[in-house]
Structure formats: C-alpha cells, structure tokens
C-alpha cells in the first residue's frame, strides 16, 4: 500500500451568507443573514477537507493571506499551520480592545481574530487528513470517550419575525415573557429531546428574567437550567440574581463583564460562574483561575484555535478543577461536526454543550445532523463524516456575492436599529 500525499495543492475560501432568525441580545439582534467562511483544502492525492469559521471581512482579510500561503504544506503538519498564520497574517485593521459587537466575546484582540480564522483551517486539514488515513476526526484526535455527544436547548427572547418585514421568516413566533419562553422549551425538548436549558439574557431587566427562569423551573423541575446575559449586569445585579435563582441555576454564565467583576461574584454567591467572554485565548486563564472568577469555562473551538487547543484548555481546567462546557455561536453543519469529534474526546466534558444548529433553516452538508434525546452520535466515518452540499454552498455564496455590504458584517445593533432607530449598544452595565 503506498501512502497517501497530504500535500496541499490548493485551497477554496468560499462567504456565504446563512439565515438567522431575529433573535435578541444585549447588543441588539440578530441580523436576517450572517456571515460564515467554508474552508476547502485539496491534497495532492484530490481529497478534500472542509472546516467553516466566522465570515465577517476582518476574518476574511486573515484567511486570504494564509489560504495563499498553505499550498506546498501538509494537512498533517498542524503545528506548521500555527507558525504560518503568524508569519503571514497580520494584524487586522479596525481590532481594538473593545467588546465585539456581533459575538459578544469579550475584549476583541488580533490574536483572538487570528486563532479563529486558524479554526477553520485546523478542521479542513483534520478532515483531510482523515479522509486519507481512513480515520475519524475522533481517533486523530486521541479516540472518542463517549458515542454520543449531549447538547442543551439554546432558548432566545425573539421577535416572530425581522424589522420591517424582512426575509427570512420561520414558523417559532415570538417570545418575549416568561410563557412565549417556556413554549420555546417545550419544542426544544419535544422536537430535540433537550433535557437542559440556556437562556440568553440581558435583553429584559433582570426581573424579567429571573421570572422565565422560574417558569422554566417549574415546567421542567429538577432539569438543569442556564442564565446568560453576556455580561450586562453590575455586581450588585449579579448577586442580586444569583441569590433569587440560586435553587434552579446550573450555573449562571457571565453575568458581568470583566475578570475582576466576575471575581467580585464570585465571591459573594454559591452558584458556579461560567464563562464565554473573560477567559477566550490562553493568556486570560491565570488571572480568572488565581482570582476564583469563574468555575466553568466554555470552550469554542473556533475561539481558542481549533480541535487541539480545546483539548489543551480542557487538560488546564481539569488541572485546576475547573468545569469545562461548550460555547456556540450560529453555525452550520461542518462546525457541529468538529464540535461533536472533539466534544467526544474531552474526558471531563461536564455539560451539555450549547449549539445554534436547531435555529439556523438552511445547512451546507448532504445529511444535517439530527439530535436524539438531545444527543448527537459521534461519527466514526473518516473525517468529519460529513460531505459538502455544492449546491447548497453555491446558492449561499451567490447571496453573499449579491449582498450590497450591510450583511457581511454582522452587527446585532445595527440589526435593531431597523426597529429602534435610536438604538445604541448599550454601555454595560446595562443594568
Ligand atoms: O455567550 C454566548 O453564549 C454567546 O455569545 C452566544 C451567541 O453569540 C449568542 O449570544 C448570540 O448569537 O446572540
Ligand atoms: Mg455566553
């Protein structure tokens, strides 16, 4: 048997624009399309990777750069692909150490833009490479622990449909108090099989949604229960929200922007602190970790550089006894196959990750993932298992290319001010 040439001979960068219902969140909401990037990468032999990341310009400005550089690499030589992107990809234009307004993912760095463009072409590489040694993503990346991955219900406050009567619409409605909350849920758990819950908040004054907690703690007793309001509070709100759903909270996820905020929590209530927007690249663990503030981070593969790295923070909080979770942000089926190999893999993998999936109407591979019982099955297919749906990508992509500009950036704030044009990003706190 000769072995197979992981040289890369070419690489496809292909925009799309994908759907997205209205929903609501601190900044604003969501726009009726948002950007996402497909990475292809060609080996000599013609297998083909894929991996999808974040699509806004100031990621397509990095993956150009390292898409031309690639070729003449190995998919194998992913500690390779780490020292080109910092050789070729530079420091974006516009980053500033500002909270960025379409992610909500905390302080914006070029490091942390760089690792998320990286993400998309770890995974192609990895797909690549499976698909020419016949293995599964999993096994690449040590072997799967679990066959299947447990994901949670990612509930919304949303409007029925966008400002000003724009496309695309869905059947959901709106939900806007605790009832519209609690009939989300239902579908979720009647159409998915979640049995644990997250609601983004930060949208309604924090009685408001400590009042939708409660009323999901009563629809569904003694099933965990998640508040996230992408750091909007005060201190003294947090404590204050802490101490009324201290009974019903899984945890309680960034209640307060800031490692020395969180720290502040954290000290005054018994309800763990989880995160998504203090602790995102590598140099903001010692600081959270030393300080107490957060006890569960949640990983993002694209955040934190790919499929490896997630791995690498899992064994730091294992180390320093910190719980481990999964963040998500839209995305398609290619992310959530990379979410679910690693998801497989990671031992102390302590919650149901969080996925957008169930939300988004339109997908990029021939077969969407479906979950049962709230789970999905780890693939044990080469690659990712997954294939690429040429059709579905070409129409996505010529929606990108037709776009006149206001889609291509995701701006939530932007996106409200349809409705509200007097909406600012709000200063947080917020409340
Ligand atoms: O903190 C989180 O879970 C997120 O920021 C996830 C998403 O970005 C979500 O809040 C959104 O898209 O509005
Ligand atoms: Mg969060």
């Given at each position: 048997m000769t072995n197979p040439d992981l040289t890369i001979t070419e690489v496809r960068l292909t925009p799309i624009l994908i759907s997205d219902p209205p929903l609501l969140n601190t900044q604003g909401v969501h726009q009726p399309y948002t950007p996402r990037l497909v990475v292809e990468v060609v080996t000599a032999d013609g297998v083909t990777g894929i991996g999808e990341t974040y699509g806004d310009t100031k990621y397509l400005d990095l993956a150009h750069p390292l898409a031309d550089a690639l070729p003449g690499h190995?998919?194998?030589?992913?500690?390779?692909?780490?020292?080109?992107?910092?050789?070729?990809?530079?420091?974006?234009?516009g980053t500033?150490?500002?909270?960025?307004?379409?992610?909500?993912?905390?302080?914006?760095?070029?490091?942390?833009?760089?690792?998320?463009?990286?993400?998309?072409?770890?995974?192609?590489?990895?797909?690549?490479?499976?698909?020419?040694?016949?293995?599964?993503?999993?096994?690449?990346?040590?072997?799967?622990?679990?066959?299947?991955?447990?994901?949670?219900?990612?509930?919304?406050?949303?409007?029925?449909?966008?400002?000003?009567?724009?496309?695309?619409k869905d059947d959901w409605g709106a939900a806007v108090d605790p009832a519209g909350v609690v009939e989300q849920a239902r579908r979720f758990a009647r159409d998915y099989g979640f049995t644990s819950f997250k609601l983004k908040g930060g949208v309604f004054p924090p009685d408001e949604e400590i009042a939708a907690i409660r009323a999901l703690a009563e629809a569904f007793p003694g099933q965990p229960l998640r508040l996230d309001p992408n750091g909007a509070w005060s201190v003294e709100t947090s404590l204050y929200v802490a101490e009324q759903?201290?009974?019903?909270?899984?945890?309680?996820?960034?209640?307060?922007?800031?490692?020395?905020?969180?720290?502040?929590?954290?000290?005054?209530?018994?309800?763990?602190?989880?995160?998504?927007?203090?602790?995102?690249?590598?140099?903001?663990?010692?600081?959270?970790?030393?300080?107490?503030?957060?006890?569960?981070?949640?990983?993002?593969?694209?955040?934190?550089?790919?499929?490896?790295?997630?791995?690498?923070?899992?064994?730091?909080?294992?180390?320093?006894?910190?719980?481990?979770?999964?963040?998500?942000?839209t995305h398609l089926g290619i992310s959530l196959a990379a979410m679910t190999h690693v998801a497989a893999t990671v031992p102390n993998l302590d919650y149901a990750c969080d996925s957008h999936y169930p939300w988004q109407t339109e997908d990029i591979i021939t077969i969407p993932h479906t979950f049962t019982d709230g789970r999905l099955t780890v693939s044990d297919a080469p690659g990712l298992g997954i294939e690429l749906d040429r059709v579905a990508l070409r129409a996505l992509h010529q929606r990108w290319l037709e776009d006149d500009g206001t889609m291509r950036d995701r701006d939530d704030a932007a996106a409200m001010r349809k409705a509200d044009p007097d909406w600012v990003t709000p200063a947080v706190p917020r409340w």
């Amino acid at each position: 048997m000769t072995n197979p040439d992981l040289t890369i001979t070419e690489v496809r960068l292909t925009p799309i624009l994908i759907s997205d219902p209205p929903l609501l969140n601190t900044q604003g909401v969501h726009q009726p399309y948002t950007p996402r990037l497909v990475v292809e990468v060609v080996t000599a032999d013609g297998v083909t990777g894929i991996g999808e990341t974040y699509g806004d310009t100031k990621y397509l400005d990095l993956a150009h750069p390292l898409a031309d550089a690639l070729p003449g690499h190995s998919v194998a030589d992913l500690n390779g692909l780490f020292i080109l992107a910092g050789q070729v990809c530079g420091d974006p234009a516009g980053t500033s150490d500002s909270v960025d307004v379409g992610g909500l993912r905390g302080v914006q760095t070029a490091d942390k833009l760089r690792l998320s463009v990286i993400s998309g072409f770890e995974v192609a590489c990895l797909d690549a490479l499976g698909k020419s040694l016949g293995l599964p993503v999993h096994a690449l990346l040590g072997g799967k622990v679990r066959d299947s991955v447990e994901y949670s219900a990612y509930l919304f406050y949303r409007w029925a449909e966008h400002p000003a009567g724009q496309e695309p619409k869905d059947d959901w409605g709106a939900a806007v108090d605790p009832a519209g909350v609690v009939e989300q849920a239902r579908r979720f758990a009647r159409d998915y099989g979640f049995t644990s819950f997250k609601l983004k908040g930060g949208v309604f004054p924090p009685d408001e949604e400590i009042a939708a907690i409660r009323a999901l703690a009563e629809a569904f007793p003694g099933q965990p229960l998640r508040l996230d309001p992408n750091g909007a509070w005060s201190v003294e709100t947090s404590l204050y929200v802490a101490e009324q759903l201290g009974d019903a909270l899984e945890y309680l996820e960034d209640p307060t922007s800031s490692t020395a905020r969180m720290a502040e929590v954290a000290a005054g209530t018994e309800v763990p602190l989880a995160t998504n927007m203090c602790v995102t690249t590598f140099p903001e663990i010692a600081e959270a970790f030393t300080k107490g503030a957060v006890q569960v981070v949640l990983s993002d593969h694209h955040y934190w550089g790919g499929l490896r790295n997630t791995r690498e923070l899992a064994a730091i909080c294992r180390t320093f006894g910190v719980g481990l979770s999964m963040h998500s942000n839209t995305h398609l089926g290619i992310s959530l196959a990379a979410m679910t190999h690693v998801a497989a893999t990671v031992p102390n993998l302590d919650y149901a990750c969080d996925s957008h999936y169930p939300w988004q109407t339109e997908d990029i591979i021939t077969i969407p993932h479906t979950f049962t019982d709230g789970r999905l099955t780890v693939s044990d297919a080469p690659g990712l298992g997954i294939e690429l749906d040429r059709v579905a990508l070409r129409a996505l992509h010529q929606r990108w290319l037709e776009d006149d500009g206001t889609m291509r950036d995701r701006d939530d704030a932007a996106a409200m001010r349809k409705a509200d044009p007097d909406w600012v990003t709000p200063a947080v706190p917020r409340w």
